[in-house]
């Protein structure tokens, strides 16, 4: 359908209100080059409208609105902007657009095709794509900046698709482009990203929190007042130029919060932070002279928690993010966040990347992020025939949890929350890996299995007579330790597996007895290896311990299950619980996945990936996550209710301080008071301090909120959380 005169004025205003507020920032020949490419695009997809019915350049207009003004992108990024969706969506080609606007636009536009081109096609695996978009990214990083705009203005604008549609846009987006925001230091396209995509899968939960902080909002606004008040007034008169505000987390961070920590909306302390941005003084120093100063005038009035200074002007995060943060005690005793920095610091957090002034028009980024670009490069050079492998990789190579530690020489390196000594070996070399014995951690001598911790010093002791160790594998990692050594591991463990095969073999024929999976068992146990892993595993250990006869015949006779204190069963088999699920197509047979154990009132979301049958995954279950994004085209809205008379198998785990009588307290409760069968009681006691796991049948959801809260209430429990 041809254009209004309406349209076509909107679409004249729209793009007008971009140029004028970029304007400033391009001469007149760029601006020029900006129209040119808007007419290009214009005609290109004229008359084609978006499933809203609004025309379609209004999308790359916005799209370019993002880049020029939230992500301050130059004037090639505009006009590769407004073209992004030409050679994908109308007869134009690549070629096309280099000969009418060059070669780097070209590139740039076939890049971005190239990604979006991926993720459409439903079928293949979703790896293949995200490696494309990684490809594309580290080649040139304005790519994947206009791709994270595209994304943002696409999810601000979901409402006319359908809901399947929705959900794989949300997955996708929680899984792949909201931590490739973070990772590039873009904190407000993140928690946009975020947001959205929360908004999405559960919008009652969204709504909850954003209800709960808009009736909490006056009475933040003036706790923020009274606390920044007499901050406020020293800076004054200390002559400092400066701004400064209370802001507050993203709802999609509160409801991680709260699901990490298993706490309610009212039990989080820290739902804004207190920022303090500040123009430096001529001659007062440097910038980070000057915000231990302001640091400084905060602590003198208020204290400081100690263990919570964070210095990242000294040290910045890996995404270039500068700021010192520090908690404190505020006036109504609580604690309360404050972030010091300058306005260039600022700029820096804003826009990440984006705000180094240096790749405005070009290619060049920071060189913390070149060097993460390599790592991505190397982690996507992994030969991997599933692809799940990958998959993890890619997600913790996008992981900005990250610790910072020096080499003996007083360089620093960086690395993933949980890498360990071994992993620093392999970064520093590869050969210095495989040779690696143990390491000295601030002097101190420590295994290799070490977990490194922020401002550890680390020098590796090495050995020629070493070699790679198989048992390494269940420490090791980053992608590319854990690559080197299973290169190297291939080599050795055929030999020795073959090795340990005929030493259990002859020992065992002294016993008149052959290799059974019962035996394995024991052996797997004894040497403490995951029941699930492979028996190769178990053979090279027998070999690399040289196991004797007289301890084989010890692990023989030795009981698996030494550790527990008590263990319950109570009847009710999981055979004879019926599944029922309803779904929009009543012939499907359903699976309710063991990973996440959904319960009926839960929020559920289906996956018809096997024929005939659907699997039914908790919203929030990271598998569902990894799932949705991977399989887009195979999601299926599910409604998981039950009849009253069913009960579902699930898990609670609680901890607490250990007395006499607790657990009987516990089960009295479950079984007397609230009339509970319990399949499993699982306790552990060290130290004056009990963990318990209990496994139990209930009807839905509510049912299991009301557990929860009258477990609580016990005597001596101290958490209480559903393990799936
Ligand atoms: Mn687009």
């Known amino acids: 359908m041809e254009f209004t005169d309406k349209e076509k004025k909107t679409i004249d205003d729209r793009f007008e209100n971009l140029v004028s507020s970029c304007l400033q920032k391009y001469s007149d020949e760029r601006i020029e080059d900006v129209r040119k490419a808007f007419d290009f695009a214009n005609k290109a997809h004229y008359p084609i409208r978006r499933k809203s019915g609004e025309p379609y350049i209004l999308h790359?207009?916005?799209?370019?609105?993002?880049?020029?003004?939230?992500?301050?992108?130059?004037?090639?990024?505009?006009?590769?902007?407004?073209?992004?969706?030409?050679?994908?969506?109308?007869?134009?080609?690549v070629e096309d657009i280099e000969r009418y606007f060059g070669l780097e636009v070209a590139k740039m536009v076939e890049?971005?095709?190239?990604?979006?081109?991926?993720?459409?096609?439903?079928?293949?695996?979703?790896y293949e794509n995200f490696k494309k978009i990684l490809i594309s990214m580290t080649q040139d990083i304005r790519v994947i900046l206009i791709k994270l705009a595209d994304r943002l203005h696409n999810i601000r604008t979901l409402d006319s698709m359908p809901r399947h549609k929705q959900l794989k846009i949300a997955s996708e987006t929680l899984f792949i482009f909201a931590p490739i925001a973070h990772r590039l230091g873009l904190y407000a396209v993140k928690n946009e990203l975020e947001d959205n995509a929360f908004k999405i899968k559960q919008p009652k939960e969204f709504h909850e929190i954003e209800q709960k902080l808009k009736d909490t909002e006056s009475h933040r606004v003036?706790?923020?007042?009274?606390?920044?008040?007499?901050?406020?007034?020293?800076?004054?008169?200390?002559?400092?130029?400066?701004?400064?505000?209370g802001r507050s987390k993203s709802i999609y961070s509160i409801y991680q919060k709260m699901q990490?920590?298993?706490?309610?909306?009212?039990?989080?302390?820290?739902?804004?932070?207190?920022?303090?941005?500040?123009?430096?003084?001529?001659?007062?120093?440097?910038?980070?002279?000057?915000?231990?100063?302001?640091?400084?005038?905060?602590?003198?009035?208020?204290?400081p928690r100690p263990d919570r200074l964070r210095d990242w002007v000294t040290t910045p995060k890996e995404n270039d993010y500068e700021a010192l943060h520090s908690t404190v005690m505020g006036p109504n005793g609580n604690w309360v966040e404050v972030q010091i920095r300058t306005v260039r610091m600022d700029n820096i957090a804003e826009y990440g990347c984006a705000a180094h002034s240096n790749y405005k028009e070009e290619q060049k980024s920071g060189k913390y992020i070149?060097?993460?670009?390599?790592?991505?490069?190397?982690?996507?050079?992994?030969?991997?025939?599933?692809?799940?492998?990958?998959?993890?990789?890619?997600?913790?190579?996008?992981?900005?949890?990250?610790?910072?530690v020096f080499t003996p020489k007083g360089d620093t390196r960086s690395f993933p929350i949980g890498s360990t000594a071994l992993?620093?070996?392999?970064?520093?070399?590869?050969?210095?890996?495989?040779?690696?014995?143990?390491?000295?951690?601030?002097?101190?001598?420590?295994?290799?299995?070490y977990v490194l911790k922020n401002g550890d010093q680390i020098e590796i002791i090495t050995s020629k007579k070493q070699t790679p160790q198989e048992k390494w594998l269940d420490f090791v990692q980053t992608p590319r330790a854990r690559q080197y050594l299973r290169k190297n591991l291939n080599h050795q463990s055929t030999s020795l597996a073959k090795k340990g095969r005929e030493l259990l073999h002859n020992?065992?024929?002294?016993?008149?007895?052959?290799?059974?999976?019962?035996?394995?068992?024991?052996?797997r146990t004894y040497f403490d290896i995951d029941q699930g892993k492979d028996d190769l595993l178990t053979y090279i250990r027998v070999a690399q311990e040289d196991i004797s006869f007289e301890t084989l015949k010890k692990i023989l006779r030795q009981n698996s299950k030494e550790k527990k204190i008590l263990f319950w069963n109570i009847g009710n088999k999981e055979s004879n619980v019926k599944k029922n699920a309803i779904t929009t197509s009543a012939k499907n047979n359903y699976k309710l996945a063991e990973c996440c154990r959904p319960l009926p009132g839960d929020p559920v979301q289906g996956?018809?990936?096997?024929?005939?049958?659907?699997?039914?995954?908790?919203?929030?279950?990271?598998?569902?996550?990894?799932?949705?994004?991977?399989?887009?085209?195979?999601?299926?809205?599910?409604?998981?209710?039950?009849?009253?008379?069913?009960?579902?198998?699930?898990?609670?785990?609680?901890?607490?301080?250990?007395?006499?009588?607790?657990?009987?307290?516990?089960?009295?409760?479950?079984?007397?008071?609230?009339?509970?069968?319990?399949?499993?009681?699982?306790?552990?006691?060290?130290?004056?301090?009990?963990?318990?796991?209990?496994?139990?049948?209930?009807?839905?959801?509510?049912?299991?909120?009301?557990?929860?809260?009258?477990?609580?209430?016990?005597?001596?429990v101290d958490k209480v959380f559903r393990s799936a």
């Open 60 to 93: 790359p207009i916005s799209v370019a609105q993002i880049c020029g003004v939230e992500l301050n992108m130059g004037a090639t990024s505009i006009i590769a902007a407004l073209l992004h969706d030409v050679v994908e969506d109308t007869d134009y080609t």
């Open 111 to 126: 890049g971005l095709t190239k990604i979006s081109g991926v993720i459409s096609v439903s079928n293949s695996l979703q």
């Open 222 to 245: 003036l706790f923020i007042n009274k606390f920044t008040l007499p901050i406020a007034a020293r800076l004054t008169e200390k002559q400092y130029d400066f701004d400064v505000s």
């Open 260 to 303: 990490r920590k298993s706490v309610t909306f009212e039990e989080i302390y820290d739902l804004f932070a207190i920022r303090i941005i500040f123009t430096p003084k001529k001659e007062d120093g440097s910038e980070k002279e000057q915000c231990f100063k302001i640091y400084s005038i905060v602590t003198d009035i208020y204290k």
């Open 370 to 404: 070149d060097k993460w670009f390599s790592h991505i490069r190397e982690t996507m050079d992994t030969e991997d025939p599933n692809g799940s492998e990958l998959m993890d990789n890619l997600k913790s190579t996008l992981s900005t949890n990250e610790i910072i």
């Open 423 to 449: 992993d620093y070996a392999y970064d520093i070399h590869k050969e210095i890996g495989n040779m690696a014995i143990s390491a000295k951690v601030n002097y101190k001598n420590y295994p290799l299995s």
């Open 507 to 523: 020992h065992l024929k002294e016993m008149k007895l052959v290799v059974t999976p019962r035996i394995l068992e024991k052996i």
């Open 607 to 716: 996956f018809a990936i096997k024929p005939n049958s659907i699997e039914i995954h908790h919203l929030n279950c990271p598998e569902a996550i990894k799932l949705s994004s991977q399989y887009g085209d195979k999601i299926v809205q599910v409604d998981w209710f039950s009849d009253e008379q069913k009960a579902f198998l699930t898990g609670i785990k609680l901890t607490g301080i250990d007395r006499m009588g607790i657990i009987s307290d516990m089960t009295q409760v479950l079984t007397k008071e609230l009339n509970i069968n319990i399949r499993s009681l699982n306790f552990y006691s060290h130290d004056g301090i009990f963990e318990g796991a209990i496994e139990l049948y209930v009807r839905n959801f509510d049912d299991l909120q009301e557990i929860i809260n009258k477990l609580k209430r016990t005597k001596g």
